[in-house]
């Protein structure tokens, strides 16, 4: 069975939920899986074109059908229901966005800055520690909140990350990185003890483990106290990690391997974002570009 977060599940529940609701209200009886292995390509085509007409993005249609496609090996294997007509639906296309990254500057301007935004000392060094590891490793916000006690004390030159699937792998951590994460352990009054425990490093003002979305609405106050764009969230300094190392000159691979990314298609990205970097500063400084 693949391993998928809780979001994947609720996010597939909701699409087959959505599509039972249109075959539904299509026939008046009760529906069965043979009617699944019944449907036919103009009926599939129909539920294509009425997320259209509701105005669902193509994003949103892409993952219906692959919640559909899923469904529909799960249904065979279990029930050995044939459903062709689903297997043979094809997602539409989507055009992937080239990720947003920060400028250097903006990005250790935002690290040096986040700390003066909270009262609290130990939330403010939790917030700089935080986002110190984001920018410095080029972890998914998930990834960093997953961190232990014990993941930090023992962490010499890596660190052991745990991400999408629950696939592990050694990052190389700068000290600069790890001793934020221990002034922080050390200035959190809801530690102390617990520096060698599995208990999460990062806590909220009482004491849970800390939520996406505390840190998120940082982030967006950050923006606001230093002009930044709305496109600046904890994941734009993940791009941006992976942006300023091609740009110094950092071998695709090993960035593959930093960012945990399974296709080495998915990193190339980066070499258009860094690519339409230099056309802008190449208008901008030519010349010609000028004219």
């Known amino acids: 069975m693949r391993r998928v977060s809780e979001h994947t599940l609720e996010a597939y529940g909701h699409d087959l939920r959505q599509f039972i609701s249109y075959l539904q209200s299509k026939n008046d009886q009760e529906l069965f899986l043979s009617h699944l292995a019944a449907l036919t390509h103009t009926e599939l085509r129909g539920w294509l074109a009425g997320r259209l007409r509701d105005g669902l993005t193509p994003t949103s249609t892409a993952r219906a059908v692959s919640s559909l496609h899923n469904f529909a090996k799960f249904a065979h294997k279990e029930y050995g229901v044939e459903c062709a007509a689903i297997l043979a639906l094809r997602a539409p296309k989507v055009k992937k966005p080239l990720p947003k990254a920060l400028t250097m500057e903006d990005s250790l301007k935002a690290v040096d800055s986040i700390e003066l935004l909270h009262p609290e000392p130990w939330v403010a060094k939790r917030d700089w520690a935080l986002l110190t590891l984001l920018y410095g490793c080029g972890l998914r916000i998930s990834e960093a909140l997953a961190l ?141 570009g000028k004219t």
Do not use: W
């Not at 003890?193 to 106050?221: N, W």
């Not at 930044?228 to 110094?248: I, M, N, Q």
């Open 148 to 288: 232990t006690n014990r993941d930090v004390s023992r962490a010499k030159d890596g660190l052991k990350i745990r991400g999408k699937g629950r696939k592990e792998r050694i990052v190389p951590v700068l000290p600069e990185v790890i001793d934020a994460l221990r002034d922080y352990q050390r200035a959190c009054p809801l530690l102390r003890g617990a520096e060698d425990s599995d208990t999460p490093l990062f806590l909220g003002l009482r004491g849970k483990a800390l939520a996406p979305a505390v840190f998120q609405r940082q982030i967006q106050s950050l923006r606001g106290y230093l002009g930044l764009p709305d496109s600046v969230t904890p994941h734009a300094f993940r791009h941006s990690f992976a942006t300023h190392l091609l740009a110094g000159g950092g071998d695709l691979r090993a960035i593959q391997e930093l960012l945990g990314h399974e296709s080495l298609t998915t990193t190339q990205r980066y070499t258009h974002v860094d690519a339409a970097r230099l056309m802008e500063a190449y208008r901008n400084a030519h010349p010609k």
